[in-house]
Each structure stands twice: as structure tokens, then as C-alpha cells.
């Protein structure tokens, strides 16, 4: 499949092309371009063949005639790359002012960085923390949860402040006194009426003493805090996440700089193996050992690039940046400081300050508190009220003000068991929470044990993995020279290629997993954050 995007930026065409150019696939881009030839200069017109994985000739064969044409071509990794390059010393690049840069991935800007393209955009692990902690949804949507838990607290609090409320209406009676007195009159019944009355005034009522309605909202701050703790959890996990990743594409970046220079080194052999054979010192199968060797070395660079791509679009979307974002990372991968805590400091960090842990500590006050709202409703309450109006008829009549003023006790005699199972379920709630901090507790101190373990053992590869690239250095260099000597063939050379392969691997995955169990170790003492976004 190809897919075929084109963009118009600044009246330059950009075809830019994903997947493969092979077979209907390659009518598909001649007829693109067919559709926009009028209306485009040739000179003004690129094909971006970046993300293009298999050419096959018919491809080749419209690229080629696109070249003369006068389309500018950007193409590279190690299969398409070669591919472009050879169109171009096909052609006459000076007149078709093509531009191209295919890079053997050997340096720090590959993956296909490009003059005519924009600049990648250069990302520390500080500046990932930033990005990603302010544009994960997750923790957008633990701070939404923090904003409704401020809103219920206020809601808790104002059931124990005053209510005020205004009151004005007019109202046309007729009344029968017999019935406001009670009894009859002689002559009657006696009816006043109709007539119009007026009322204006306020009324207000406020608890004086509940204590159901305090101890809801001591529960109400708890449970605010529990949420912002939790809230602080979800930032750590997202920011593990985003730490991870980094240095998942930090190592990928590491291995593909590896495998190009390696590819550059058999490169260098296989030349050197061709003349041994015509100088008549090697043999054709030292030649063919040689190809060999730099045909296993490109596919390690294919596979190296795939993975490192693969890495890059992971933090891309993790960042929540867009798509077509290419990243070059700032920091390098080497083997860090790591912090020397014995386990109890560890451990005793990680109970201070995980925010797991402090969230259950106000879940378990918040529950405290509504066990005794619950235990306050068997209590009396004392309300105050009272209502201030103007009467009078209406129209034409003067008014008088009238007052109430009023204080209530009630008395619960009987809740129906309302009480007893809201206090059973608080209770239910301490239970749970108690348990979740045995469970926590436990999983932090397995957490501390198991990544000051992987940091031990991790320096000590890194010391060892160090030691074996530069002894395979050393015998990629000796082996070398002896085959130049004609003293060997180059089994000693394809071997020593080998050595220093797994050695390299060795140590940029060793690196990694000290990186790693670093930011392990700062998770489990609730400090990942503080400790790479500064």
C-alpha cells in the first residue's frame, strides 16, 4: 500500500509518500503528479520518499524519469537511500538543482534528517516531563477530579453557613371570620372581603449547633486531599511512563549510531578483502566472508533503525505531539550517578512521600470523619431562624414591619437504621484502607529492593560491558592488521566484527538498564519527578 499526501507550503509541492512504490501503486504517484503537472513547476515540486520501505523497478523507473523531470527527491535510510543516490548520479543533478542527503546513520542527525526539511525538534528529558505532564489527558483528568473534589468541600461548607432569603407578594383575599374565630356570629356568617394585602421582607435560618453537618465537612478537606494525592500519583506513573520511553529511544538512537559504524567498518573490510584478492595475497572466499559480513551488518542497521523509528513514535505520542514530529534527543545516554541509600533510608523515603500512601492516610481520616457524622445524626441539632417582612394592604394603605425570631431543637427518635448502617460502612471503608496500606507498603519496600538490585548489577555490567569494547576493539584492530599482512585470512577479522558487535550491544543495553533501574529506584521513593525534571 502507498499513501500519497500532498502539501502545498509556500507554493512548494511536497509528495510525500508512505509505504511501498511498488506495482499499481507506482500509476498512483504518476497520476498525482499527472493531476498537478499544470498547475506546478517541476523546480517547485519534491518527492518524499522518507518513509518509504521497497522500490521496485517500475518505481525506480518513475523516479528516474521525475529526476529528469526536475522534481527534487529526499529520501533516506539505508535501502531507499542507496536507491536515490544512484537516480542521481544517473542524472544531471546540477541543472535539475535536485536536493538529497542520504545518511549512513553513522552520526547523531539520522534517521533522515534533511537539509531541505525542518529541523527536527531537539527534546531533553526535562523538557519530555514538561510536555507530557501538561498534555496527558490522564492527568488532565486527575486535575478535573481535584477541581470537583474543591467544589464538594464548598458545598459541605455551606450547609453550615446562614441561608438568607427574600420574600415579596400580593395577595387578594376574602376571609370568613366565623372560621378565624371558631364560631358563629350572629347574623352571619361574617365575611371580610376582598382586599389586597402586601408582603416584603427576608428570612434566614442557621445551624448553630450539627455536629453531622461538621463532621461532613472535616470529611469533605480529607477527601480533597486524598484526591490531590491521588492526582500526584497519576502525575508519577505518567511521568515513568515518559521516562521510560526516552530512554527506551535513547538506547535505540545509541544502537543504530553502533550499527552504522559498523556498517561503515565492514564497508571498509570488504574493500580491503578486494584488494588482498587482486594483489594476490587473500582469496575470493576471504572476499565473500567479507560481503557476508557487511550484508548482516546492513540488516542490523535496517533493524536498528526500524527499532529507533519505532522508539520515536512512541514518545511522540505520549508527548501528544503531532504525528509527522521528529525528535532529536538532547541527552545522552550514559551511566549516571546513582544515589547510595542503604535500603531502610530508601524505604523509609518511599513511606514518606509516595503519594499512594498519602492518599490512603486521608481517605482513612476522611472515613474517621463520616463514621462520626454518622454517629452525630443520633444527636440534637439547634437552628436558628427568623423573618423581618413589611404588611399592609394594598394600594393606598400604610405599612407596618413585623418580626420573628426563633430558635428550634430537634431531636432524632428514630432513623429507621439509617444511622447504624452508615457508621457499619464507614467502618468497612477504614477496613479497606487498612488493608491497601498493608498492600502498598509492601509493594514499595519489593519495589526499593528489587531496583537497588538491577542498579548494582547494572553498574557492574557497565564496568564489564566497557572492558569487552575495548578488548574487541583491540582484536578488531590486530586482526585487521594481521590480514593486511597476509599472515591470516579474515576469519580472524569476520570473528573479531562479531566480538565487537555483541560487545557494543552489551554495553549500550547495559547502560540502559542502569538508567533505568535509577529511575526505578526514584519511583518507588516517590521522587521521579523532582529527580529529571530539573
Same mark, same amino acid.
Given at each position: 500500500?502507498?499513501?500519497?499526501?500532498?502539501?502545498?507550503?509556500?507554493?512548494?509541492?511536497t509528495?510525500?509518500?508512505?509505504?511501498?512504490?511498488?506495482?499499481?501503486?507506482?500509476?498512483?504517484?504518476?497520476?498525482?503528479?499527472?493531476e498537478?503537472?499544470?498547475?506546478?513547476? @517541476?523546480?517547485?515540486?519534491?518527492?518524499?520518499?522518507?518513509?518509504?520501505?521497497?522500490?521496485?523497478?517500475?518505481?525506480r523507473?518513475?523516479?528516474?524519469?521525475?529526476?529528469?523531470?526536475?522534481?527534487?527527491?529526499?529520501?533516506?535510510?539505508?535501502?531507499?537511500?542507496?536507491?536515490?543516490?544512484?537516480i542521481?548520479?544517473?542524472?544531471?543533478?546540477?541543472?535539475?538543482?535536485?536536493?538529497?542527503?542520504?545518511?549512513?546513520?553513522?552520526?547523531?542527525?539520522?534517521?533522515?534528517?534533511?537539509a531541505?526539511?525542518?529541523? @527536527?525538534? !531537539?527534546?531533553?528529558?526535562?523538557?519530555a516531563?514538561?510536555q507530557?505532564?501538561?498534555?496527558? @489527558?490522564?492527568?488532565?483528568?486527575?486535575?478535573? !477530579?481535584?477541581?470537583?473534589?474543591q467544589?464538594?468541600?464548598?458545598m459541605?461548607?455551606?450547609?453550615?453557613?446562614?441561608?438568607?432569603?427574600?420574600?415579596?407578594?400580593?395577595?387578594?383575599?376574602?376571609?370568613?371570620?366565623?372560621?378565624?374565630?371558631?364560631?358563629?356570629?350572629?347574623?352571619?356568617?361574617?365575611?371580610?372581603?376582598?382586599?389586597?394585602?402586601?408582603?416584603?421582607?427576608?428570612?434566614?435560618q442557621?445551624?448553630?449547633?450539627?455536629?453531622?453537618?461538621?463532621?461532613?465537612?472535616?470529611?469533605?478537606?480529607?477527601?480533597?486531599?486524598?484526591?490531590?494525592?491521588?492526582?500526584?500519583a497519576?502525575?508519577?506513573?505518567?511521568?515513568?511512563l515518559?521516562?521510560?520511553?526516552?530512554?527506551?529511544?535513547? %538506547?535505540?538512537?545509541?544502537?543504530?549510531?553502533?550499527a552504522?559504524?559498523?556498517?561503515?567498518?565492514?564497508?571498509?573490510?570488504?574493500?580491503?578483502?578486494?584488494?588482498?584478492?587482486?594483489?594476490?595475497?587473500?582469496?575470493?572466499?576471504?572476499?565473500?566472508?567479507?560481503?557476508?559480513?557487511?550484508?548482516?551488518?546492513?540488516?542490523?542497521?535496517?533493524?536498528?533503525?526500524?527499532?529507533?523509528?519505532?522508539?520515536?513514535?512512541?514518545?511522540?505520542?505520549?508527548?501528544?505531539?503531532?504525528?509527522?514530529?521528529?525528535?532529536?534527543?538532547?541527552?545522552p545516554?550514559?551511566?549516571?550517578?546513582?544515589?547510595?541509600?542503604?535500603?531502610?533510608?530508601?524505604y523509609?523515603?518511599?513511606l514518606?512521600?509516595r503519594?499512594?500512601?498519602?492518599?490512603?492516610?486521608?481517605?482513612?481520616?476522611?472515613?474517621?470523619?463520616l463514621?462520626?457524622?454518622?454517629?452525630?445524626?443520633?444527636?440534637?441539632?439547634?437552628?436558628?431562624?427568623?423573618?423581618?417582612?413589611?404588611?399592609?394592604?394594598?394600594?393606598?394603605?400604610?405599612?407596618?414591619?413585623?418580626?420573628?425570631?426563633?430558635?428550634?431543637?430537634?431531636? @432524632?427518635?428514630?432513623?429507621?437504621?439509617?444511622?447504624?448502617?452508615q457508621?457499619?460502612?464507614?467502618k468497612?471503608?477504614?477496613? %479497606?484502607?487498612?488493608?491497601?496500606?498493608?498492600?502498598?507498603?509492601?509493594?514499595?519496600?519489593?519495589?526499593?529492593?528489587?531496583?537497588?538490585?538491577?542498579?548494582? !548489577?547494572?553498574?557492574?555490567?557497565?564496568?564489564?560491558?566497557? !572492558?569487552?569494547?575495548?578488548?574487541?576493539?583491540?582484536?578488531?584492530?590486530?586482526?585487521?592488521?594481521?590480514?593486511?599482512?597476509?599472515?591470516?585470512?579474515?576469519?580472524?577479522?569476520?570473528?573479531?566484527?562479531?566480538?565487537?558487535?555483541?560487545?557494543?550491544?552489551?554495553?549500550?543495553?547495559?547502560?540502559?538498564?542502569?538508567?533505568q533501574?535509577?529511575?526505578?529506584?526514584?519511583?518507588?521513593?516517590?521522587?521521579?519527578?523532582?529527580?529529571?525534571?530539573?
Amino acid at each position: 500500500m502507498l499513501r500519497i499526501t500532498p502539501k502545498d507550503e509556500a507554493g512548494r509541492l511536497t509528495l510525500v509518500l508512505e509505504g511501498k512504490l511498488s506495482g499499481p501503486w507506482v500509476a498512483e504517484l504518476a497520476q498525482a503528479w499527472s493531476e498537478r503537472r499544470a498547475a506546478t513547476d @517541476p523546480r517547485a515540486a519534491t518527492v518524499d520518499l522518507r518513509n518509504v520501505w521497497f522500490v521496485d523497478e517500475a518505481g525506480r523507473a518513475l523516479l528516474s524519469d521525475l529526476h529528469r523531470e526536475g522534481l527534487g527527491l529526499v529520501g533516506a535510510g539505508c535501502y531507499v537511500g542507496p536507491i536515490v543516490q544512484a537516480i542521481l548520479h544517473g542524472g544531471e543533478v546540477g541543472a535539475a538543482r535536485l536536493r538529497f542527503l542520504w545518511l549512513p546513520l553513522a552520526a547523531a542527525t539520522a534517521a533522515g534528517a534533511l537539509a531541505a526539511a525542518e529541523p @527536527p525538534m !531537539s527534546l531533553s528529558m526535562a523538557e519530555a516531563l514538561r510536555q507530557g505532564l501538561s498534555r496527558n @489527558p490522564e492527568v488532565q483528568k486527575s486535575l478535573l !477530579s481535584v477541581a470537583q473534589a474543591q467544589e464538594d468541600r464548598r458545598m459541605a461548607a455551606g450547609a453550615l453557613l446562614p441561608s438568607v432569603g427574600a420574600e415579596a407578594a400580593i395577595t387578594r383575599m376574602k376571609e370568613n371570620f366565623d372560621i378565624l374565630l371558631g364560631t358563629p356570629t350572629p347574623g352571619g356568617p361574617n365575611v371580610v372581603g376582598p382586599f389586597n394585602a402586601g408582603q416584603v421582607g427576608i428570612e434566614a435560618q442557621a445551624p448553630l449547633f450539627d455536629l453531622s453537618l461538621y463532621k461532613r465537612w472535616k470529611a469533605s478537606q480529607q477527601g480533597e486531599a486524598s484526591v490531590r494525592a491521588q492526582a500526584r500519583a497519576v502525575r508519577e506513573q505518567i511521568a515513568a511512563l515518559i521516562v521510560g520511553q526516552y530512554l527506551r529511544s535513547q %538506547r535505540a538512537s545509541e544502537a543504530m549510531k553502533a550499527a552504522a559504524s559498523r556498517v561503515e567498518l565492514a564497508q571498509a573490510l570488504e574493500t580491503l578483502a578486494e584488494n588482498q584478492q587482486k594483489n594476490g595475497i587473500g582469496t575470493r572466499l576471504d572476499t565473500l566472508r567479507a560481503q557476508v559480513a557487511l550484508q548482516s551488518e546492513r540488516q542490523r542497521l535496517i533493524q536498528a533503525e526500524t527499532q529507533w523509528r519505532t522508539a520515536q513514535y512512541g514518545l511522540v505520542k505520549l508527548l501528544d505531539l503531532a504525528p509527522d514530529t521528529r525528535l532529536e534527543l538532547t541527552d545522552p545516554l550514559a551511566a549516571p550517578e546513582a544515589p547510595a541509600f542503604t535500603f531502610q533510608e530508601a524505604y523509609g523515603k518511599g513511606l514518606a512521600q509516595r503519594p499512594e500512601l498519602a492518599a490512603l492516610d486521608a481517605r482513612e481520616r476522611a472515613a474517621k470523619d463520616l463514621q462520626d457524622a454518622a454517629r452525630g445524626l443520633r444527636l440534637p441539632t439547634v437552628v436558628a431562624t427568623g423573618t423581618y417582612n413589611s404588611t399592609g394592604l394594598y394600594p393606598g394603605q400604610p405599612w407596618v414591619p413585623i418580626y420573628t425570631l426563633g430558635v428550634g431543637v430537634k431531636v @432524632p427518635l428514630f432513623t429507621g437504621g439509617r444511622v447504624s448502617a452508615q457508621v457499619a460502612k464507614a467502618k468497612t471503608e477504614l477496613a %479497606r484502607v487498612e488493608q491497601e496500606r498493608k498492600e502498598i507498603r509492601s509493594q514499595v519496600g519489593y519495589e526499593v529492593q528489587v531496583a537497588q538490585a538491577e542498579i548494582e !548489577s547494572a553498574k557492574n555490567e557497565v564496568a564489564v560491558t566497557t !572492558s569487552a569494547v575495548a578488548f574487541a576493539e583491540e582484536a578488531m584492530v590486530q586482526a585487521r592488521h594481521r590480514f593486511e599482512a597476509g599472515v591470516s585470512n579474515n576469519i580472524e577479522v569476520t570473528a573479531a566484527q562479531d566480538d565487537l558487535a555483541r560487545a557494543t550491544d552489551n554495553r549500550i543495553n547495559a547502560l540502559h538498564r542502569l538508567n533505568q533501574a535509577r529511575a526505578d529506584l526514584a519511583k518507588a521513593m516517590g521522587q521521579l519527578e523532582p529527580l529529571f525534571a530539573h
